[in-house]
């Protein structure tokens, strides 16, 4: 199956500050979404994003799928972005198949 | 459009007890997928169900796990005989589309 890689693992920022998170995947895909699970453990959909660019306020999201990376973008980070943020692909070929995730960035904002 | 309802919240069961996690999906979303998540790891795949079918059960226990998504009603997922190993939170997902998922709160099993 897929396997999915994020990086990096943890990240500490200040508020104010910017950040580039990253997730690989092993084979080509037709599906890339981005997730942010809060302290209170809810996943909020931030991007369906298999190709291009797309943003949203602060946040924005970048997929290569010929180089099978995507990239979310945080800028002038609050302490209310803190969370873990996951990225969940599906093998390409497949349409409603499972989600397979990686295993988070653990993002700590202070203000 | 009320988002995707799980309960309960909290679930606490004694080892050897029977464990039923319930997800009334979007309206109109014919899609759930249900993923476990331990304590400070990902999301593991567990099933993907239909309307009255199993479509995908990869990840899946072979044994105490079954899962169903009846006609009327919400999807269910039980677990029998339960261990102190299944304490996890358990999360549903529904989806009208190929493209976005939209996730339950979670339902927090505690196994005594």
């Known amino acids: 199956g897929i396997q999915v890689e994020q990086s990096p693992p943890d990240l500490i920022l200040q508020e104010g500050a910017n950040s580039t998170l990253r997730c690989n995947f092993s084979d080509s895909v037709n599906n890339l979404q981005w997730f942010h699970q809060n302290p209170w453990g809810q996943l909020i959909n931030l991007f369906y994003?298999?190709?291009g660019t797309k943003q949203n306020g602060r946040l924005s999201a970048t997929t290569v799928a010929t180089e099978r990376y995507s990239l979310l973008y945080i800028s002038s980070s609050q302490t209310t972005d803190s969370g873990v943020y996951f990225c969940g692909t599906r093998e390409g070929g497949t349409s409603y198949g499972k989600l397979t995730f990686g295993q988070g960035t653990i993002l700590t904002v202070h203000p | 459009n009320a988002g995707v309802m799980q309960n309960p919240r909290h679930l606490v069961r004694r080892r050897g007890q029977e464990a039923r996690l319930r997800c009334s999906p979007m309206k109109g979303h014919s899609h759930v997928y249900w993923y476990r998540q331990l304590p400070e790891e990902g999301l593991k795949f567990m099933v993907y169900l239909q309307k009255e079918n199993i479509i995908d059960e990869s990840g899946m226990p072979k044994e105490r796990f079954s899962a169903e998504f009846p006609k009327e009603g919400p999807s269910i997922l039980r677990i029998q005989q339960v261990v102190r190993g299944d304490s996890a939170a358990y999360f549903c997902a529904s989806s009208p589309s190929p493209e976005k998922l939209f996730f339950g709160s979670g339902t927090q099993l505690s196994v005594l």
């Open positions: 994003i298999p190709s």
